[in-house]
């Protein structure tokens, strides 16, 4: 009896702790991982935007383009509208931009700056987002950051925008293959005009060509020059008083990734070139239904004659005339450069290079999935044929020197793979192989110097050190 009370007594004891409030017992929680550091947020999310306050005295920059009958009564590449009296057209340089729009607003004759786009480039507004209207202030300041060695590459050296894209040679370099990178560097002239930036169409706007986001502040790595993404941009701005100035001047606020994006895509959307001969001979061709050499002599001039390294203008006409034919027909080029920028804005594998089966190349890396499509392993961006003496070499690989050596290899030296595209296929399995002769490549390369557009205005270079 008294085994069963002293059984029944500790099963009691043990329902009893059974029984207590669960707290009395840490539960067995799955231990969180805290986030890695690298993703913690670590910097204050003003430096990517801040409402912005326009400044009150900036003057807009309007594009009038060819088509325009305005077009004909600008002066120059630069206008300042309603026309100034004399000896007052040059009333803002030298000054800070609040300065410069202060004194146009003043002088009573601040309604616009007026760019007078070069002969055959269509009108580019359409191309700029409404986020980023176009303002004298903002263009200066841009162009300041343009020039400034602002981008940190080591902790030896810095770069400008202007050191890989050098205005002396076609804002690009006159190497293969950039020093902080393995691809070309692309021209920004006519850049205005890209549906898509970089080889790879990464981005679409130019004010995405710097910083995407604010994660793009963290300290660079060994691949970040490459990648084209330049971190602590925005507080090296800040730090520096003359710039932290000069944006709150422009947009009422400090520098922050938005703004610096803003202004930097101003400037480089007027980096503009064109009036080349072919231009010149289009707009002689009236509404004749052919170009002809008779359109090409009228359009040539004695420069021209000296830059295309013949001496009789009939004689060179009548090349040029073959060219054109060339490049529209048995050349097969206008498959995939036509348009006043002769470029499609597609991504097309063209053979240069040998494609990895298993890793995505090109354009492939940067769709999303969902889109992916063969014909993009290899794929880059279709580049616009304008000024093609100023920015050699060629390609997204810089392989080829002279355009001697681009049209020799698309003549018949592409290797088919299956991803090459369609425009260069002579056979299900077979790459193109055109066929011309020594004079037609002769030819069609002059002709391609005919695409070559005047000189940028020298408002767009850096200024003279004095």
């Given at each position: 009896?008294?085994?069963?009370a002293?059984?029944?007594?500790?099963c009691?004891?043990?329902?009893?702790?059974?029984?207590?409030?669960?707290?009395?017992?840490?539960?067995?929680k799955?231990?969180?991982?805290?986030?890695?550091?690298?993703?913690?947020?670590?910097?204050?999310?003003?430096?990517?935007?801040?409402?912005?306050?326009?400044?009150a005295?900036?003057?807009?920059?309007?594009f009038?383009?060819?088509?325009?009958?305005?077009?004909?009564?600008?002066?120059?590449?630069?206008?300042?509208?309603?026309?100034?009296?004399?000896?007052?057209t040059?009333?803002?340089?030298g000054?800070?931009?609040?300065?410069?729009?202060?004194?146009?607003?003043l002088?009573?004759?601040?309604?616009?700056?007026?760019?007078?786009?070069?002969?055959?480039?269509?009108?580019?507004?359409?191309?700029?987002?409404?986020?980023?209207?176009?303002?004298?202030?903002?263009?200066?300041?841009?162009?300041s950051?343009?020039?400034d060695?602002?981008?940190?590459?080591?902790?030896?050296?810095?770069?400008?925008?202007?050191?890989?894209?050098?205005?002396k040679?076609?804002?690009?370099?006159n190497?293969?293959?950039?020093?902080?990178?393995s691809?070309?560097?692309?021209?920004?002239?006519?850049?205005?005009?890209?549906?898509?930036?970089f080889?790879?169409?990464?981005?679409?706007?130019?004010?995405?060509?710097?910083?995407?986001?604010?994660?793009?502040?963290?300290?660079?790595?060994?691949?970040?020059?490459q990648d084209?993404?330049?971190?602590?941009?925005?507080?090296?701005?800040?730090?520096?008083?003359?710039?932290r100035?000069?944006?709150?001047?422009?947009?009422?606020?400090?520098p922050?990734?938005?703004?610096?994006?803003?202004?930097?895509?101003?400037?480089?959307?007027?980096?503009?070139?064109?009036n080349?001969?072919?231009?010149?001979?289009?707009?002689?061709?009236?509404?004749d239904?052919?170009?002809?050499?008779?359109?090409?002599?009228t359009?040539l001039?004695?420069?021209?004659?000296?830059?295309?390294?013949?001496?009789k203008?009939?004689?060179?006409?009548?090349k040029?005339?073959?060219?054109?034919?060339?490049?529209?027909?048995?050349?097969?080029?206008?498959?995939?450069?036509?348009?006043?920028l002769?470029?499609?804005?597609d991504?097309?594998?063209?053979?240069?290079?040998d494609?990895?089966?298993?890793?995505?190349?090109?354009?492939?890396?940067?769709?999303?999935?969902?889109?992916?499509?063969?014909?993009?392993?290899?794929?880059?961006?279709?580049?616009t044929?304008?000024?093609?003496?100023?920015?050699e070499?060629?390609t997204h690989?810089?392989?080829?020197?002279?355009?001697?050596k681009?049209v020799?290899?698309?003549?018949?030296?592409?290797?088919?793979?299956?991803?090459?595209?369609t425009?260069?296929?002579?056979?299900?399995?077979?790459?193109q192989?055109?066929?011309?002769?020594?004079?037609?490549?002769?030819?069609?390369v002059?002709?391609?110097?005919a695409m070559?557009?005047d000189?940028?205005?020298?408002?767009?270079?850096?200024?003279?050190?004095?």
């Open positions: 009896m008294r085994q069963g002293l059984a029944g007594f500790m009691s004891l043990l329902l009893f702790a059974a029984c207590q409030p669960a707290g009395r017992y840490p539960s067995a799955i231990p969180r991982k805290e986030a890695d550091d690298e993703t913690k947020e670590r910097f204050p999310r003003e430096w990517a935007w801040m409402k912005p306050t326009p400044a005295f900036d003057v807009p920059i309007v009038v383009a060819d088509s325009n009958p305005e077009w004909h009564k600008l002066p120059a590449f630069w206008n300042h509208f309603p026309p100034p009296p004399a000896g007052r040059t009333c803002h340089l000054q800070t931009p609040l300065g410069a729009a202060a004194a146009m607003v002088a009573g004759h601040g309604s616009a700056v007026k760019i007078k786009v070069p002969r055959g480039l269509p009108d580019p507004t359409s191309n700029i987002p409404v986020a980023n209207p176009p303002t004298l202030a903002a263009w200066q300041l841009g162009k950051l343009f020039y060695r602002l981008l940190v590459v080591s902790q030896f050296k810095t770069l400008s925008c202007a050191d890989c894209h050098d205005p040679h076609g804002f690009c370099e190497q293969a293959l950039t020093e902080y990178g691809i070309n560097t692309p021209s920004l002239i006519n850049c205005v005009y890209n549906k898509h930036q080889w790879d169409g990464r981005v679409t706007f130019l004010e995405q060509v710097v910083t995407r986001e604010l994660n793009d502040e963290k300290v660079a790595g060994e691949r970040r020059a084209h993404i330049w971190s602590g941009l925005v507080p090296r701005l800040r730090d520096d008083p003359r710039y100035e000069r944006f709150k001047i422009v947009f009422g606020v400090p922050t990734q938005d703004n610096i994006a803003k202004a930097l895509a101003t400037f480089m959307r007027t980096i503009l070139s064109g080349s001969v072919y231009d010149r001979a289009q707009a002689a061709r009236g509404k239904k052919v170009l002809t050499a008779k359109q090409f002599e359009a001039t004695r420069a021209d004659l000296d830059s295309l390294g013949k001496g203008k009939a004689e060179t006409a009548e040029l005339a073959k060219g054109h034919d060339l490049f529209h027909g048995k050349a097969r080029c206008q498959a995939c450069h036509f348009g006043p002769f470029a499609d804005h991504f097309h594998n063209i053979g240069v290079e494609i990895d089966p298993i890793f995505e190349t090109g354009r492939l890396a940067q769709v999303p999935l969902g889109m992916k499509e063969n014909r993009l392993r290899g794929a880059y961006k279709t580049p044929l304008r000024n093609l003496s100023r920015t070499p060629y690989t810089g392989m080829f020197s002279t355009l001697e681009v020799d290899f698309f003549d018949r030296g592409i290797n088919w793979q299956d991803s090459l595209a425009q260069l296929l002579q056979g299900p399995r077979e790459a192989r055109l066929n011309l002769s020594k004079e037609e490549i002769g030819d069609l002059l002709f391609l110097r070559d557009g000189a940028v205005d020298p408002i767009l270079l850096a200024p003279s050190k004095k």
